[in-house]
């Protein structure tokens, strides 16, 4: 059974540090894997989407990476910023048998408060 | 925006209550889900359909009834919950390509379900 593990839970950094939320998972047959920001009370953006072929994607501020012979992915923020105040989700998606399609899987999140 | 509507946004019901959750995707993806995020836990997949067809139903309540009448539309019709069933119920839709791997997955807002 696939299970994704987020370290830390909660993450308190001074305006424009550099950061690195990880994410864990045990079963390493995973098809894409994908980070979230979630705001209080809102849904889910994606941010960022890495194919199990790839090591890594970029977008602006933010770098994942992916290495899944040992399970893990990271979400590196560069200069964070009040606004990058969220939890930060990581799903990878299921298997997929018999063409059904994935699922995504989902760890618990890291709460992330940046103060100006 | 993320193109997955869900209405309403709020509902409160009693546990002798029908209503229903609406869920549209404008991204012409093939695959529609159902989440539940109570507090403190990771989001939990209830329901997933592929191509209309129902092909997960990760051992849910039958108070909580999915219908997808069409690839850009779902439904989840509750009736006699219980309060332990109040939490934030997301939609989210993705293209399952056939291959083994579906694309990003996109979520709407919420519907953030109160049972009293």
């Known amino acids: 059974k696939q299970e994704v593990t987020q370290i830390p839970a909660a993450l308190s950094v001074p305006e424009g540090e550099n950061l690195v939320l990880n994410c864990s998972f045990t079963?390493?047959?995973?098809?894409?894997l994908q980070w979230f920001r979630q705001d209080p009370g809102k849904g889910l953006t994606s941010l960022l989407l890495i194919q199990s072929s790839q090591r890594e994607q970029t977008s602006g501020r933010l770098n994942a990476s992916l290495d899944k012979s040992s399970g893990r992915s990271t979400l590196y923020i560069a200069a964070s910023q009040p606004g990058d105040s969220a939890t930060y989700l990581c799903?990878?998606?299921?298997?997929?048998?018999?063409?059904?399609?994935?699922?995504?899987?989902f760890g618990q999140g890291t709460e992330l408060s940046v103060k100006p | 925006e993320t193109g997955v509507t869900q209405t309403p946004r709020h509902l409160v019901m009693g546990m002798t209550n029908k209503k229903s959750l609406k869920c549209e995707q404008h991204l012409g993806h093939n695959a529609m889900y159902w989440y539940k995020q109570s507090a403190k836990k990771p989001l939990e997949l209830m329901f997933v359909y592929n191509f209309k067809e129902q092909t997960e139903n990760n051992s849910v309540p039958s108070r909580f009834s999915p219908e997808c009448p069409n690839s850009s539309h779902l439904f989840l019709h509750l009736h006699t919950l219980q309060p332990e069933d109040s939490a934030l119920y997301l939609c989210?839709?993705?293209?399952?390509?056939?291959?083994?791997?579906?694309?990003?997955?996109?979520f709407g807002q919420g519907t953030r379900l109160t049972v009293v």
């Open positions: 799903a990878v998606y299921r298997r997929v048998i018999y063409n059904q399609g994935g699922k995504l899987i």
């Open positions: 079963d390493s047959a995973i098809y894409n």
């Open positions: 989210a839709s993705s293209q399952n390509q056939g291959t083994g791997s579906d694309t990003e997955a996109f």
